[in-house]
Structures are given as C-alpha cells and as structure tokens.
C-alpha cells in the first residue's frame, strides 16, 4: 500500500516540491524515513506515531517506509512532519484518497496532533504556486504570512484533525485571505524620526543623498555625537519597499524565523545592527543547518555597522563580493546555496583609537603608529565601495537646547521617493534601479560633465590630492545630488558637492598627518 | 681610515660618563688621544671621575667595538665633528654639556645664525601652517632652521625652510643610518642636501625615549633662540624651552587657542615670559637681527586675491564675511548665512578650489591667510 503527499523543501530561499512517499508492508514493525532528512527529520517518526495516536487514529503495525524524493537534495527541519502523519494515513486507508496531486502540505506536529509553527511557509507558497498546485495545508499561526500569495488556496489548520475533517469532507476549512493593500497602506512609520535630531544639518543631508541613490556611506566622529542615532533613522527615510521587493524580504525573513507572528509581509524596510564580535558565518550566511546571515536580513534595507573597524578583519572582508554582486553564494560540502543581499552598508566608526582625534577641547592620546593602525583595518578594497564618507561634528549645546522645529522623516523620504523614481525610469532596461549600482561603463554613459564640471573634477585632483579611486565615487554621487533636482546634466555644483563627501581621500585626514607636507 | 678619530668615537660610545664629564675629560687631558693612552694613575688624577667611569675607560671591549663602529660611520659617509673641530658650532660649545662628538651627515658651519623650531607632533593645521610659514621667513632671512625631524611642527619647520631656500639642521635623537620616523626618509635627504642632519648618538643607536631630551638640550644650544609653536601642558617643546632658558638663548612662543590642550604649554610659558610670537617679524626684531627680507611675495598674492573677490557670487561673498571673525564648521555656515546645505557644500569645495579658503580636519572651513 502506497500513498503520495506533496511537501516542500527549501534550499537558499527557494522552495523545491518534495513527494512525501510512504509505503506499509507486513513485516517486523519498523519505521524508516530516507531521503537525505538531518536530524528533525529523523526525529519525526516519534512526534508522528504519538500525533496520529492522541489524535485517535491507528498507527499501523507494519513495515513502514518513508521516502522524501528528491532524495539527493538535504532536508531539513520539522515541515514534514504533518506529510508523513498524513502518508501514513493514506496508506492505511484511513483516507479516501492515497494521492492528492493538487494540494501542498507543511507544517510540525505536537505530540497531541495540533499543528505548529514553521520557517518559511512563505517560500512554500511562492513554490506551490509555481509549481501549479492550488492549495495549501499549514499551521494557522503562518497563515498571514502564505496568504499573501493570491493564487494559491491558503488551509490554515490547527490539528492534524482539522485536515481530516476537510479532506473527508466533514467539515471544511475556510480559505485564509489577507488584503494586501491594507498592509502596505499602514503609512505609520516605526521607524525613529529625523526631527529628533538637532543640528547634523550636513550629515542629514549626506544620509539624504545615500538613501536618494542606495550608496553605501561610512560616518566618522567621536564617541557620543549621534552616529548611532543618525544611522536607526536612516531605514525611515529609504524609498517605499515594493511589493515584489517586500515579498523577497519576507521569503528571507520567513527561512530565519525572525518574522513576528502573527506579521504576513515585512512592509518595512529591514535595518539590521549586528554586534562587532559577529563571526563571518553570521554575517554572510551558512552553518550546518544553512540559514541566511545578516547581510541578507537587510536584503532591501539597511546594514548598519556600528565601531566598523572593530569588526574583525574577516568578516569585514567577506561583505566585499556581496557588496558587488548584491547576492551571496555559500558553497558547503552539502550544498551552495545562494542569499540575494541587495543592501546599503551604513557604517560608524571613531577616528582613532581613543575616538578623540577630531575633538578640538580634548586632546586625542593616541600614537601616530594606532592612528595608522586603526584606519588600517579597514582596507582600501572595502574602503572603495564607500561613496559616501562623511565626518560627524560633535553636537553642540545651542544645538541641543534649539526649539527650532527640524524636518520630519516624511518630508525627506517624499524628496527620495523622487529621486528613486528618475533612477528606476532611466535603468528600467539595465537591470539596475539606482546609482550606486552604476557599474563603470553606464557611469560613462549617464555621468556626462559638462566643460565647467570636468574642470572643477580635475583641479579638484590636482588641489586637493584626491585619490583615483574616488573619481568614480564622485561621479556616481554627483548623478544622485543631479537627480535629486531632477536636473538631468550633472554641473559644477554637483561634482563640487559630491567631492565633500570623500573625507577619507583627503590627505589631511586625520589631522596630523599627510597635510601639504610636500616638496 | 682616519686613526686620530678613533678616541673620539670611543670615548663617544661610553654611556657611563655624562657628556658634561666628557667635556671636562677633553679639558684635563687636552685632547681624546690623551685620554685613550692615559694609564690609570694618571685618571685617578682627574677628580671628577666615579670609579664606574675608571671602569669603563679601562674595558678593552669598548675601545674594539670603537673600531667597528668607526668603520661603519665611515662606511655610512657620516662625518665625525669632534668639540675640536672647526667646522664645530661655536655657540654650541658654551654650554654646560656640550656632545664632544656630533656625528653629521651634510655640512656644519660653525659661526651661522640658528633659530630653533619646535612643537608637538600632534599638531593642529594652524600650528603646521605657522611652522611652515615662519620657517619660511627665516630662512629667506639668512636664518638657518633647526628642528628634530619629528612628525608634526618640527618636518613643516623642515619643510618650510627648504622652500624658503636657506638652510636647515635636524638634530636626531637616533642614530644617522636610522630613518626616525620612517616617513621623513625623504625630508631627510632634502634636508643633508639644504643644511644637516647630526646627532651625538654613535650609529645604530635607536630612537629610545630617553634620547630625545638629550637631543634637545642641542636644538637649543645650536640656536639663538628657540620658537615653540603648539606644546601640550607635558610636551617635549617644553624640555627644549626649559634647556634654552638654561642656556640664556631665548624663548619665544606662538599663541594659540586657550580651549585647545595642545595650546596649554605655549600659552603657559607666554605667561611665565616668553616672547609672545605672531610673526618672523618678531624674531627678528628680538634679536636685533636687520630683516632686510623681503615680505613682498605675500602683496602679491594679496592683490590676486581682491582680484578673485570681485569675481564672487554673493552667497561666495557671504560665506567669506562670516569666515573672516572665525572658523566655522559646515552646519554653522549654512546657519548663519542662510543658504541651504547642498549650495553651501558645493560653494565651499569652489571656494577651496580657487583658493580662498582651506577645509580643516572636521569639516571646519578657514579663510585662507
């Protein structure tokens, strides 16, 4: 006797259709599950056996075989538990059916039959819509978030005797619907506003700008001057996630378990601060059961690195090929799996050792030898795909005691918003949707200077002793602020600003050092 | 090789003898070959020395390992300029302990006219600026520049006294094959090419701390007088002050902020009497030197300014007016003059390009002078 159920597998974040076969033969009593299933999946046989019987079905006495095909692809996790309860079942005849092509089934089993929680029902339902089956058994605590996918049948059930009810048609189970619209319609921003800060006018404006054209900027001040404070409010004023950007958030979110319940789409855009011990696994992804690490939590957001140097040097290293590529792939001896991680890496950090450097009424301690040593660790590969460098003053007390009224998140994100929509019309056919993804040979294309702007690019070389890798961050940046006025060329003022924000290519940087002390 | 050194460079290595006992060893004994042949009665004659120094005079390994070392000077194109020497720097020798060795690479003169700068290596662009540019001043003078080669104030004396075209000394508190900090190592060619480079320390001596105050006590007793641009309240400047006033050269001192800690040592010894500097003007008044120097470069630039100044925007104009009583930082620019921030930031790189204005570490702006 042999019956089929169709589950789901996940590998990165997309789903495969697993064929939960079960076959019961008279023999010993036995009960095997292959198929390549990790731990979870062995240990479904008890939950399975103690479900079905406190359910008050008859767990057969027999030779029970249990086969998740593809059986070369890793499973892992708790999701199979309600197919292979459900198998069993059918096998046995307690089920009119043994097969049930149209319907997909996830979901983890308690010892007393109810249904529980799982990772990534999201993914399961893009996967069975793909696939073209029309509905979905799973937990009810994971119905919001499958809901949102509109083509697929969504069967929330609480215990595995819900399903047989359905199934045998006693009593069915309503399909879960949620109104996608009224989630993204919720204008109501957790998110701390800018109004909150007092003064910064300049690093506002800097973050304005990285959050116009996605590029990646790095602050630096002494401690307490409101680095921290400036970065939490940065995912505020980022364009409106989409829904197809909002929908991959959610995939990545569903697969690590941080999704809220209860939540069926992240309508936000993610802001994730990882501490600076975080090893290079957790940032990138991986582990033996893989999971997506950091980076690709912030998929669509922000990546905010706070004490960036303090970050070993690994691990800052390893951001390199995602930075680029906005996707990253983790090859395992099991598997390679492959995260997107489309993020704006938002990074703080001191200027020196004892974070004094820039401190005009304190005097920095530091030697010249831990100066050097501390910009040291961030190398010039990563330093690169930096645009935006910017330092941040240390606020003063008129500032804190001002009453006047600063601009509100929602007036600066309607400004992005705009710019955002000039970059997504003119890349619509690049693949690209804005500038700081330019790669070099569209920077040629859409960064024309005019006589006035090349001039002003190329005394600012000579005078100001730029470095060379700056001179496509500028250009890039330059594109954002034009864009920005919906000016359509870039001209002298542009370049003029752009070149503000690579303090770090200044040869002063850091006040004691490199200063025109040429010959 | 030249044997008569030979004394001078071992009497040199001895690190038990104070220089100042040194000095007087050459006194009593005339001169270094005197000492070396001397027998034992004849030291016990000398009443100032311990019976540690007898010791060390009389260990047969120092005078080998003297040999190696000469050679190696020689080997390394140092010169070796003995206390009797001509080329020796008079003023230097009237000191209560002059080196009876200076090992120099470069030219010596004796009788030159010397100004010592010096200052924290953690200097603030101001401090750079007024290095470099009264280094300047006095070497278009006639004045040579003398400094420690360290980072900071002392390389922009450095710097400032090569393009002024005079000469310059660096007094190091290493040995001459040592290139300390690393990063000078072309500054020091400029400078054995502009003037020299001397130490009293044999070659191969590192730059440990304790050198440094020694190295001092030369900076001054080379110079006239010393100028301290930009000390903090325990700087080493303040050593070099503290032997100049010992010595009876003078004292002068560059004002700075009183809020900034690398101010507090210029700003105290201004209070306890040194001559407060703003100026070359002012060195050369104090010493009585006739600065028949010509000043004039700096009319000219003075017109092309005006000259820019009528080509200016009036958001230019504005920014320039309200940078004229202080430096501002960014934030307090736009504030003040009311233009918004992306116009400020553009106007402020145009105006550092055409050279009105500098940016200084932490996005301060400051007209330029």
Redo the contacts between chains.
């Keep these: 006797m042999l019956s089929k159920i169709t589950s789901c597998g996940i590998i990165g974040i997309e789903g495969f259709i697993v064929a939960v076969e079960t076959d019961i033969s008279n023999g010993l009593p036995a009960f095997d599950i292959v198929g390549l299933g990790g731990i979870a999946v062995k240990e479904a046989k008890e939950r399975v056996r103690a479900a079905l019987k406190n359910s008050g079905f008859e767990f057969p006495l027999g030779r029970i075989t249990v086969n998740l095909a593809p059986a070369s692809l890793k499973k892992e996790g708790s999701t199979y538990d309600l197919p292979i309860a459900l198998g069993i079942l059918a096998a046995t005849g307690q089920f009119p059916l043994r097969e049930y092509k149209d319907s997909m089934f996830v979901g983890e089993l308690s010892l007393d039959g109810q249904i529980k929680r799982i990772n990534g029902a999201l993914n399961a339902a893009a996967c069975a819509c793909e696939s073209g089956i029309k509905n979905l058994f799973l937990p009810i605590q994971n119905a919001d978030e499958a809901a949102v996918i509109n083509e697929v049948n969504v069967l929330p059930a609480e215990s595995i005797k819900e399903i047989f009810d359905h199934l045998t048609n006693r009593k069915a189970i309503d399909v879960h619907q949620v109104d996608v619209d009224t989630l993204f319609g919720d204008s109501h921003s957790e998110y701390e506003d800018f109004s909150d800060v007092k003064g910064q006018a300049n690093v506002k404006r800097a973050l304005e700008i990285a959050a116009s054209g996605g590029h990646n900027c790095l602050m630096i001040g002494s401690p307490g001057c409101g680095k921290t404070m400036l970065a939490k409010r940065l995912p505020g004023i980022l364009p409106d996630i989409t829904f197809e950007e909002s929908l991959e958030v959610t995939k990545i979110h569903s697969i690590a378990g941080i999704l809220p319940e209860g939540a069926s789409l992240v309508t936000k855009r993610p802001f994730r601060s990882p501490h600076h011990t975080i090893s290079n696994v957790s940032l990138t992804g991986g582990g033996k059961i893989p999971k997506p690490g950091e980076i690709s939590l912030a998929h669509y957001g922000v990546l905010f690195l706070d004490e960036f140097p303090e970050f070993s040097k690994s691990a800052l290293e390893v951001m390199r090929q995602p930075l680029e590529d906005g996707n990253v792939t983790i090859s395992r001896i099991n598997a390679s799996l492959t995260y997107p991680s489309v993020f704006l890496l938002l990074a703080a950090m001191n200027p020196c050792k004892c974070g004094y450097l820039l401190d005009e009424s304190r005097g920095c301690i530091c030697s010249q030898h831990e100066i050097d040593n501390y910009m040291g660790k961030i190398s010039g590969p990563l330093l690169d795909r930096i645009d935006i460098q910017i330092e941040v003053p240390n606020i003063k007390y008129e500032d804190l005691q001002s009453i006047k009224v600063e601009e509100a998140s929602a007036e600066i994100k309607k400004r992005v918003n705009e710019a955002r929509k000039i970059q997504l019309e003119r890349y619509k056919n690049f693949k690209i949707f804005s500038n700081a993804q330019l790669p070099p040979s569209l920077i040629i294309e859409f960064c024309q200077l005019d006589s006035k702007g090349k001039k002003i690019l190329e005394s600012a070389f000579k005078k100001l002793s730029l470095s060379a890798r700056a001179y496509n961050r500028i250009l890039k940046v330059s594109r954002t602020i034009a864009d920005m006025e919906k000016s359509k060329n870039i001209n002298e003022r542009h370049i003029a600003e752009a070149i503000q924000y690579r303090s770090l290519d200044r040869k002063f940087q850091g006040s004691r050092v490199k200063y025109g002390g040429s010959l | 090789m030249k044997m008569d050194l030979l004394p001078w460079v071992w009497l040199s290595t001895l690190n038990k003898i104070s220089p100042k006992k040194k000095k007087q060893l050459i006194d009593f004994f005339d001169n270094a070959g005197s000492v070396w042949d001397a027998s034992l009665p004849e030291l016990r004659l000398a009443p100032f020395l311990s019976n540690k120094n007898i010791d060390q005079l009389f260990c047969k390994e120092y005078k080998k390992d003297a040999e190696k070392i000469l050679k190696r000077t020689i080997e390394n194109k140092i010169d070796v300029v003995t206390i009797q020497d001509k080329d020796y720097p008079e003023i230097l020798k009237h000191i209560y302990d002059p080196p009876i060795v200076l090992y120099a690479k470069g030219k010596l003169k004796p009788d030159e006219c010397c100004i010592g700068i010096v200052g924290s290596?953690?200097?603030?662009?101001y401090g750079?600026e007024m290095a470099?540019n009264t280094a300047f001043d006095l070497s278009k003078g006639g004045i040579t520049v003398i400094s420690g080669m360290a980072?900071?104030i002392d390389?922009?004396a450095h710097?400032g006294a090569?393009?002024g075209g005079g000469r310059t000394i660096a007094v190091l508190g290493c040995g001459l094959d040592i290139v300390y900090?690393k990063e000078n190592i072309?500054?020091m060619e400029?400078i054995i090419k502009n003037g020299a480079v001397i130490s009293e320390n044999i070659i191969g001596t590192q730059p440990l701390p304790h050198n440094f105050p020694a190295r001092n006590r030369i900076i001054s007793g080379m110079s006239k007088g010393i100028a301290v641009i930009e000390a903090?309240e325990k700087s080493g400047s303040l050593i070099t002050a503290d032997y100049a006033l010992e010595q009876g050269r003078d004292v002068f001192a560059v004002p700075g902020?009183i809020?900034?800690?690398?101010s507090k040592g210029t700003n105290n010894l201004i209070k306890e009497g040194a001559k407060l500097v703003t100026g070359s003007e002012d060195i050369f008044e104090e010493l009585n030197l006739c600065s028949n120097i010509n000043l004039e470069y700096r009319n000219i630039e003075d017109s092309a300014q005006s000259f820019m100044l009528n080509k200016l925007g009036k958001d230019e104009k504005k920014i320039l007016d309200i940078l004229r009583y202080e430096d501002l930082?960014?934030?307090t620019i736009?504030?003040k003059t009311g233009i918004s921030?992306?116009?400020v930031?553009?106007?402020?790189?145009?105006m550092?390009?055409k050279g009105l204005i500098i940016?200084?570490?932490?996005?301060v702006f400051k007209l330029k002078e």
């Design positions: 290596r953690k200097a603030t662009v750079l470099e980072r900071g390389s922009h710097y090569i393009k900090p072309y500054l400029q903090g902020n809020n900034r800690w690398n930082h960014i934030d736009s504030e921030m992306d116009i930031n553009s106007l402020l790189i145009i550092e390009l940016q200084v570490p932490g996005k």
